[in-house]
C-alpha cells in the first residue's frame, strides 16, 4: 500500500493519480496548514521597508494563499517595484492567479532559488515561507530576510491513524522535514524491512535512518508528476 502523508487538498491530485492507476493507496494527513494570527516585530519592520527589497520568494502555495494578503497590507502589488520568485510551476501558477508572473529556477528546490538569485544579482531578498521553514535560504547571506506566512501544525490523530497502518505499507510519501521528523519521532519505520520512503529531494534522504537510505525513491521535485513517477519505479 502507497501512503502519503501530506495535507489532504495538497494531496488530492497525486491521489487521483495513484487510483486511477489502480495502486492500493491511502493519504494520511499527519499535518494541516493554518495561517498565523501574528507577526513578529523583525517581520513587521522588513514588510514596513518591503520597498527596499529586490525580490519576494515564494516557497509553496501555502506561502501565496497566506503571504499575498500580508504582503498587501503593506503595498499594493500593482504599485510593486520588486521581482517575483516561485519554487516552482504549481507555486507560480497560484502568483500568476493574483497577476504575478513569477520567475522560476531550474530546479524546484532551495538551491534552484539560491542559484537563480546570484545569476540575477539580487542583493535584498524577503522570502515568504512557513514557520517551520528551515531557513535553507539563509545560507545566501545577510541579504535574505523571511516572513512566515503560516503555521504547519502536527496532526495527532492522523499520527496515530498513520502508526497503525504502517505494517500494510510499502512506500510511503514524505515532503518535508518536519513530517520527516514526526514520522521518526512517532514510529519506528526505521526497524521496518519492506518499507520505501519516497521522498523529493536528496537532502531528505540524508535524514533517513540508514536502514532506510539504501531504499529510499528520490523523485525530481515536490510535483505531482515526478512523485507519481517515482512511486512507479
Known sequence: MIINTRP????RRLGYKIEQAELNYLNIPITDITQRNF???????????IEEFEVLIFTSIAAVKYG????????????AKFQFMAVGPSTSKALLSHGINAMLPNTYDSDGLMKLCKSMNFKNILVLSSSNSEMQL???GDEVRYVFSHDVIALENEIEVLRSSLNECTKLLIYSKFSLDIILKNTEIGSMQNLQCVLPSNRLVKLLPESLKKRAIVAGSALDEDMFQAIQE
Open 8 to 11: 489532504e487538498k495538497q494531496a
Open 68 to 79: 499575498i494578503k500580508i504582503v498587501q497590507d503593506f503595498i499594493s502589488i500593482e504599485d
Open 39 to 49: 507577526l513578529s516585530k523583525d517581520e513587521i519592520s522588513n514588510l514596513k521597508k
Open 138 to 140: 539563509s545560507e545566501y
